[in-house]
Nanobody, 123 residues
Framework: EVRLVESGGGLVQPGGSLELSCAASGFAFNMYYMSWVRQAPGKGLEWVATISWRGINKTYADSVNGRFTISRDSGKETVYLQMLNLKVEDTAIYYC????????????????RGQGTQVIVSS
């Protein structure tokens, strides 16, 4: 059974930082692209970042580029999202997502998501 378990969310002040983790299990971790997506209160899902099989290629949404970094640890089968200089508009539930196919590298609504972890940026 595929499992994605996010952690690391919380309350942080504007300008602060957090690192989210996503523990993956139940599939060949190194064979799938992974992403982070988020959903702000009252809004739809927004793609945040994607990382390739071995972490060489990374892409980011314009809204987080230069502030967020996605990474993965094959030994721990974990995906990370380091978030710096957080803004109020980064407040959202953050989800880790797994591509449904080894050759599907662009996030869409077929990707499997975890339960999410909440990030609140507020003073």
């Amino acid at each position: 059974e595929v499992r994605l378990v996010e952690s690391g969310g919380g309350l942080v002040q504007p300008g602060g930082s957090l690192e989210l983790s996503c523990a993956a299990s139940g599939f060949a971790f190194n064979m799938y692209y992974m992403s982070w997506v988020r959903q702000a209160p009252g809004k739809g899902l927004e793609w945040v970042a994607t990382i390739s099989w071995r972490g060489i290629n990374k892409t980011y949404a314009d809204s987080v580029n230069g502030r967020f970094t996605i990474s993965r640890d094959s030994g721990k089968e974990t995906v990370y999202l380091q978030m710096l200089n957080l803004k109020v508009e980064d407040t959202a539930i953050y989800y880790c997502a797994k591509s449904p196919q080894v050759d599907l590298i662009r996030y869409d609504n077929t990707w499997l998501r975890g339960q999410g972890t909440q990030v609140i940026v507020s003073s």
